[in-house]
């Protein structure tokens, strides 16, 4: 197998990664969600459970629907937004210090890679 019929591949193991990203923490957040209640309560957020339930079902069923190749580019522009507002929210590492602030400031990277991600899936 040559480079060529390898790259026929790469968008969709792409879609995918992208994909089980979302779905990964929409699962980890569900399993978690206590402590991200707590602090979306600290941050004085309005409606704060049905929002994390509604977070929660968000990644978890865009990132399955990416992974099964449905619906992706509206599944992706719905993730946009949604990751840059969360992003914001939850992973200002410049309002940390120490060790938080560096495990906040990879958080951080970490989803607006993802959501470059879903950029190009939207591009695409």
Known sequence: MGI??????????GRVLIGFFFF?????NAMHWRPTLEFMYQKKIPIAM????LGIAWQTITGLLLMLGIWVKLVALLLIPFDIISVLI??????FTG???RLNMLLFVANLTATLGALLLLLN
């Open 50 to 53: 049905p929002f994390l339930f």
């Open 90 to 95: 939850f992973h200002a590492f410049w309002n």
């Open 4 to 13: 060529n019929s390898l790259s026929q591949y790469a968008p969709i193991l």
């Open 99 to 101: 060790e938080t602030r």
């Open 24 to 28: 990964f923490f929409g699962i980890w």
